[in-house]
């Protein structure tokens, strides 16, 4: 019964999660950039702009420059839950893989500075006059959402053990279309279904900055306009 | 006086963060455009009756049109990066003016209209139906935009509200909401050539008498031509350069450091304008049709090459988007970029030493240079990244002995807008130019309290008039702003012309 429902849930979260975001890209890449709009100083070559955005997506260069404690709060959250998915794939894979093996130990810690970073965030969010201003509600409940999951997984890993060799059953079952048994464990339960609305929201929410950020025209631009003359399909037709 | 009036915000710091003041600037709002204004750019005339299905029409066309739209309007995290970011915040306090909620202004309508969440949970994201209480504050918050791009540097994922901007005015536009400065201007461009409406005879006339004015001070000749054929060199330059202080004074540089180069050159009366407010409205239709003026003047004139003058956003334009909207530029000489701004010209030229330059004519002023948003976070200057920072300064250094930078959070890439950009540039705007000044002009105070700074140059004619009126109320001349190829002409010796020294010698001569 609540494998049927698990089951059922992570089909269509996927589904969802996977042709959203991708229908997102596609527009995204579909809907031109008419103008040069690099915010200057940019980068003169297609080789400098993938080093901006390589130093954009790894070291929030830009938020760095804007506020050191927002970058600290951003930083340790997002480095954290990379270190922490990357750790799940072993639960998604068999033989587990050599790196994830390696990731281990940094990704169970992780929980806590990925913890601590969100509730960093979420502070300035109600301390800080400005960004208080504003904060949707559903700003505060993608919050929520994150620190449930996190907190609901480390309790897993460091209060109450779940049966995890069930649960890598069940999931490694999905593959091959088979159901198994999810062991009924309510803080598993919890963490699951939070992960999969986790999902479901993500192409319809500001989660969207993780694909929009590579589509940015002022960071992702070449600084060549002089050399190379840059039309949208849309102004070729204008040209007549 | 009016002027009095306005409550000057008192900073300690040029970026100092000020307390929240809701709706402090809500009653900001530039006169709107007359329906034959409107008219003159291709707009309807006053609000359409059913302005909201257009409004949200054009909404969704731009989606479709433009990416960074599209992609800025869904990527925002609401992380407060840029919040403490914008010039007009800093001045006014007003929560609105923080980039971020600037763009929600509209945000919040895209999110109603074109989103799931906004569809069916609007109160959960800050869905808004667009009324025209709505489009009202368009008005207003939009207007208070220069477009200058500090947010951009600032947010993890570049989101430019000058593009936010630019687009909310074109919706406002085909609604028939415009904004009178403006689209006034832009009517004026079409039909007579310039912002100013300044028609051949009085361009030519004006000419004249600054030759007439140079040769006075120097002795030499110098010539400003006017629609000269076969001339190589085409000066596309801001109308200010013809008639306002201190843009004239930079005028008269380029002509000077066009004389001692020995190069053909001359000025256009049908493209008589570098600036092309099209940008400002975010209109590619009006940018471009006030661009291919530009392409005709240089065919018509046969010109090898296309140089600008100092202007900013008029650099953007020309730097990022003339080879877009009015190229491809191959009947020119391909030996030189398309176009070239003054300042590669006359940096080339004092590399190669044609020009005979004595820094002490320049010794009276302490020097610092105020880097225009456009220049600085929208394009670039010579070969090098970072040239549009390093070529003025080469130059000012070059012709001037005592230089002094501002607060390096408030230059370069951080640089704080003049107050007056983006088609503020208007006197009922005064309030809101003054309060976005401020942190600027603390940074420039700082200096001049630090290292005796008495005058600022910078490369823009907008800034210019904005400082020209804005210094004397932060406790400065207005002859305080000055062009850099002011410096230039300051310090530069014409061929043939009899210096102090020379007289000096002359008289030593005739003694013996």
Same mark, same amino acid.
């Given at each position: ?240 | ?197 300044? +028609? ?15 040769? !006075? ?9 006017? !629609? ?28 000077? *450091? ?18 092309? @407010? ?66 590669? @010209?006359?940096?080339?030229?004092? +590399? ?30 010579? !070969?090098? *990244?970072?040239?549009? @920072? ?54 420039? +105070? ?27 109320? @932060? ?21 043939? +012309? ?15």
């Amino acid at each position: 019964m609540l494998g049927a429902f698990f089951a059922i849930l992570y089909y269509v979260a996927t589904l969802i999660l996977v042709i959203g975001v991708g229908a997102r890209i596609r527009t995204y890449v579909k809907v031109p950039a008419p103008l040069i709009i690099p915010t200057q100083p940019a980068p003169k070559t297609r080789n400098g702009v993938f080093w901006r955005m390589f130093r954009e997506v790894v070291f929030f260069e830009s938020l760095f420059k804007s506020n050191k404690w927002t970058w600290v709060f951003a930083y340790a959250f997002h480095m954290s839950m990379w270190l922490v998915v990357a750790r799940h794939l072993r639960y998604l894979t068999q033989p587990v893989w050599g790196w994830v093996e390696i990731v281990q130990p940094f990704g169970t810690y992780a929980a806590f500075t990925m913890i601590l970073g969100l509730l960093g965030l979420w502070g300035r969010r109600i301390v800080v006059e400005r960004i208080r201003y504003i904060s949707n509600p559903s700003d505060h409940l993608m919050l929520a959402l994150i620190v449930g999951i996190a907190v609901s997984g480390a309790m897993m890993r460091f209060v109450a053990h779940t049966d995890i060799v069930a649960v890598k059953a069940f999931f490694m079952g999905l593959y091959t279309f088979r159901i198994g048994h999810f062991p009924s464990d309510p803080v598993l339960i919890i963490h699951v279904s939070l992960v999969a609305l986790l999902m479901i929201i993500f192409p319809i929410s500001k989660l969207l900055h993780a694909p929009g950020v590579f589509f940015s025209p002022t960071r992702n631009q070449v600084d060549n306009p002089r050399e190379k003359r840059h039309l949208a399909p849309w102004a070729e037709k204008l040209e007549g | 006086m009016a002027a009095q009036d306005i409550d000057i915000p008192k900073l300690h710091h040029p970026l100092e963060i000020p307390k929240l003041k809701c709706g402090a600037m809500a009653d900001s709002m530039p006169y709107p455009a007359s329906p034959a204004h409107q008219e003159s750019v291709g707009f309807p005339g006053e609000l359409l009756p059913d302005w909201k299905e257009r409004a949200l029409a054009k909404m969704k066309e731009l989606g479709e049109k433009n990416r960074a739209f599209k992609v800025y309007l869904d990527a925002c995290v609401k992380c407060g990066a840029c919040t403490d970011k914008c010039h007009y915040f800093i001045g006014t306090g007003d929560p609105k003016n923080m980039p971020v909620a600037r763009q929600d202004l509209l945000r919040s309508v895209y999110r109603r209209y074109f989103t799931f969440a906004g569809k069916y949970f609007p109160s959960l994201v800050g869905a808004r139906d667009l009324t025209e209480e709505v489009l009202n504050e368009w008005y207003s918050y939009y207007h208070q935009c220069s477009q200058c791009r500090r947010c951009s540097v600032y947010c993890p994922f570049g989101i430019d509200t000058a593009e936010i901007s630019m687009a909310a005015r074109e919706i406002m536009d085909v609604v028939g909401k415009g904004q009178k400065y403006c689209n006034e201007i832009i009517g004026k461009v079409h039909k007579i050539g310039n912002n100013l409406g300044l +028609q051949e005879k009085a361009l030519r006339a004006t000419l004249e008498g600054l030759e007439e004015d140079i040769e !006075d001070d120097n002795g030499v000749s110098v010539r400003i031509p006017l !629609d000269e054929k076969g001339a190589d060199i085409l000066l596309i330059t801001p109308s200010a350069d013809f008639f306002a202080e201190p843009h004239i004074e930079g005028l008269i540089g380029y002509a000077k *450091v066009f004389h001692e180069a020995g190069v053909s050159w001359t000025v256009s009366s049908y493209a008589s304008e570098a600036a092309n @407010f099209g940008l400002f409205i975010g209109s590619y239709e009006n940018m471009q049709k006030v661009a291919l003026r530009i392409r005709k003047a240089a065919q018509d004139l046969g010109v090898k090459r296309i140089i600008f003058g100092e202007c900013g956003h008029a650099w953007r334009v020309a730097y990022s988007f003339l080879n877009t909207l009015a190229g491809p530029w191959d009947f020119l000489d391909p030996k030189y970029p398309v176009p070239q701004h003054i300042l590669e @010209f006359t940096w080339g030229e004092i +590399q190669k030493g044609t020009l005979n330059i004595d820094k002490s004519r320049n010794d009276h002023i302490r020097l610092t240079y105020h880097d225009s948003c456009n220049v600085a976070r929208a394009s670039g200057m010579g !070969d090098e *990244v970072g040239g549009q @920072f390093e070529i003025p300064r080469n130059v000012i250094k070059a012709v001037c002995n005592n230089y002094f930078d501002m607060a390096p959070d408030t230059i370069k890439e951080g640089t704080l807008c003049c107050g007056g950009g983006g088609g503020l540039l208007t006197d009922e705007l005064m309030d809101l130019r003054t309060k976005g000044a401020s942190p600027r002009m603390k940074a420039l +105070q700082d200096v001049t309290e630090e290292h005796g700074v008495t005058h600022m140059a910078a490369i823009c004619a907008i800034c210019k008039t904005q400082f020209s009126k804005i210094m004397p109320k @932060f406790g400065y001349d207005m002859e305080a702003i000055l062009s850099v190829h002011q410096l230039v002409s300051n310090a530069l010796i014409l061929s043939g +012309q009899e210096t102090e020294e020379d007289a000096g010698e002359t008289a030593a001569n005739s003694d013996a």
